[in-house]
């Protein structure tokens, strides 16, 4: 069953077209890669998701409702079913770690402070972090993976179906991006969340991804199972995936 379907999308912003006839499906609890060079459109696919963008022409559906026909109520209830955790500045710098993973329940829930500190704790430890440990900091006290995993709990916390994950490996050690690639499987297998992960890491990427899909020159250059990428002879993908020269967008 599809949770989340583009139908031929086309995305311009002002005279730049960005994608074109962008159409896939993606399965419920499957993690889905999305790859593709720098500026080829990857964010732009997320944000519409949501519905932070509305596309030129196109419909994006998520459980079966149109996205870009939502009003602002249903909106506000897709955004609870979706986590997304941006690529840059996930977290609220001036908030301590509490403040930013509570957040979103004081937001959108009417819970009491007692709860509210129950479900911070579980979200923190759901990733690994001591709550005892970090509650109280900053995230410019926090490492980079740290502050990775701070923002999915945050993102977890209102038990999302869905969570939108823009690039949650970038500028982490191999070893701090294999916690992250294994926290995005724990999630999947334990609470039975669907993932979209954009990454420019095809070594994590090949560790989780049950479909993979590249973004190329506006298009969809191939939507298939990670075998397909480990073997194609098709030159654009391998010498993405060989990481063995640069692409031009
Ligand atoms: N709000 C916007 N207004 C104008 N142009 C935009 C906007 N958002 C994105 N773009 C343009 O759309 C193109 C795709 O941007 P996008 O952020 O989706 O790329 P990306 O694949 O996520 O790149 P990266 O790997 O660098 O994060 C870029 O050329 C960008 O400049
Ligand atoms: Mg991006």
Request: proline letters at 4%.
């Amino acid at each position: 069953m599809s949770v989340i379907e583009f139908k031929h999308v086309y995305k311009s912003f002002g005279k730049k077209s960005v994608l074109e006839d962008v159409s896939f499906n993606i399965k419920k609890k499957d993690i889905t890669v999305v790859m593709g060079p720098s500026g080829s459109g990857k964010s732009t696919i997320i944000k519409h998701i949501v519905g932070l963008i509305k596309p030129t022409s196109g419909d994006i559906l998520v459980n079966g409702i149109s996205v870009p026909k939502c009003n602002e109520k249903q909106l506000l209830d897709l955004r609870k079913k979706v986590g997304f955790a941006f690529q840059f500045g996930a977290l609220f710098d001036s908030m301590n770690i509490y403040e930013n993973v509570s957040f979103p329940l004081v937001e959108h829930t009417k819970l009491s402070q007692k709860q509210i500190k129950r479900k911070v704790n579980e979200s923190l430890e759901l990733v690994g972090l001591k709550p005892d440990d970090v509650l109280h900091l900053y995230p410019h006290e926090l490492s980079g993976g740290m502050q990775k995993r701070a923002a999915i709990a945050r993102t977890t916390i209102l038990h999302p179906e869905i969570i939108l994950y823009d690039e949650p490996t970038s500028g982490l050690d191999p070893i701090a991006s294999d916690l992250i690639s294994r926290l995005i499987v724990k999630l999947r297998n334990e609470l039975g969340i669907t993932s979209v992960v954009i990454s420019h890491d095809i070594k994590e990427s090949f560790k989780i991804a049950d479909q993979m899909i590249m973004l190329y020159n506006k298009h969809i250059k191939a939507d298939n199972k990670p075998e397909f990428f480990k073997t194609t002879n098709d030159p654009i993908i391998r010498q993405f995936i060989d990481g063995i020269s640069e692409l031009k967008v």
